[in-house]
T-cell receptor, first 114, second 115 residues
C-alpha cells in the first residue's frame, strides 16, 4: 500500500508569508506526528495527533505554528509570517496507534524562507 | 527531560570494516530505543528497536543491545557495505502514557563506506 506522502516536496517562500504543508498518513493509522529537521537543531518533535485531536503540542516553537487534522486522516501544518529560522525539512510520520512504536515517515517538505 | 547523545561523525570506513556508533540516553523509567536510518535522498526508516532492558534489536546485519546499567544502545555491524552509507539516528520513546509515542532523536551520525 501507499506510504506517508507529503506535499509540496519543496517550498520557497518570502519572509513574512504564510505557508501550508500537507501530510497524508498511511490509511488506518490513528497516530500522526510532525517533526522538523534542521542543521542547527537536528530532528525535533513538533506535534502529535490521535485521531483529530492534538494531545501534545509541546514542540511547536511559537504561536505562528499551528496544525490540524481532519477526518482522522490528512493533516496540515501552517506557519504564519514565516521567518528565516523556519527554514528546515518538515517531516510527517504515522503509526497504527501511539503505542505501536513503529512510525513510518514521509519524504518531507523542504521549506526555504528567503 | 529525555535526551539522546550519539557519537559525532562523520564516520568513514572501508568496505567490510567493523562499525560501532555509540548512543547513550537520559530518560526516566524504561524508554523504548530505536535506530533510524536515512539513505541519501530517502526518508527516515526504522532500522531496529528494543523495548526492554537486555533486548537485542537486529536487522540487515545491524545489532544493538538495550543496556539499562550504562543507559546505552550502541549500533554495531560486523562488515559494512558501500550501500550502508547513510545517516543513522538513535532515538527513544519515553515510558508512560504521556509520551504519546513521540520520538526524541540524537543528532545523527553520517556514515560513509568506501569500496
Amino acid at each position: 500500500g501507499a506510504g506517508v506522502s507529503q506535499s509540496p516536496s519543496n517550498k520557497v517562500t518570502e519572509k513574512g508569508k504564510d505557508v501550508e504543508l500537507r501530510c497524508d498518513p498511511i490509511s488506518g493509522h490513528t497516530a500522526l506526528y510532525w517533526y522538523r529537521q534542521s542543521l542547527g537543531q537536528g530532528l525535533e518533535f513538533l506535534i502529535y495527533f490521535q485521531g483529530n485531536s492534538a494531545p501534545d503540542k509541546s514542540g511547536l516553537p511559537s504561536d505562528r505554528f499551528s496544525a490540524e487534522r481532519t477526518g482522522g486522516s490528512v493533516s496540515t501544518l501552517t506557519i504564519q509570517r514565516t521567518q528565516q529560522e523556519d527554514s528546515a525539512v518538515y517531516l510527517c510520520a504515522s503509526s497504527l496507534t501511539q503505542a505501536s512504536y513503529e512510525q513510518y515517515f514521509g519524504p518531507g517538505t523542504r521549506l526555504t524562507v528567503t | 527531560g529525555n535526551s539522546v547523545t550519539q557519537m559525532e561523525g562523520p564516520v568513514t570506513l572501508s568496505e567490510e570494516a567493523f562499525l560501532t556508533i555509540n548512543c547513550t540516553y537520559t530518560a526516566t523509567g524504561y524508554p523504548s530505543l530505536f535506530w533510524y536510518v536515512q539513505y541519501p535522498g530517502e526518508g527516515l526508516q526504522l532500522l531496529l528497536k528494543a523495548t526492554k532492558a537486555d533486548d537485542k534489536g537486529s536487522n540487515k546485519g545491524f545489532e544493538a543491545t538495550y543496556r539499562k546499567e550504562t543507559t546505552s544502545f550502541h549500533l554495531e555491524k560486523g562488515s559494512v557495505q558501500v550501500s550502508d552509507s547513510a545517516v543513522y539516528f538513535c532515538a527513544l520513546v519515553g515510558a508512560g502514557g504521556t509520551s504519546y509515542g513521540k520520538l526524541t532523536f540524537g543528532q545523527g551520525t553520517i556514515l560513509t563506506v568506501h569500496p
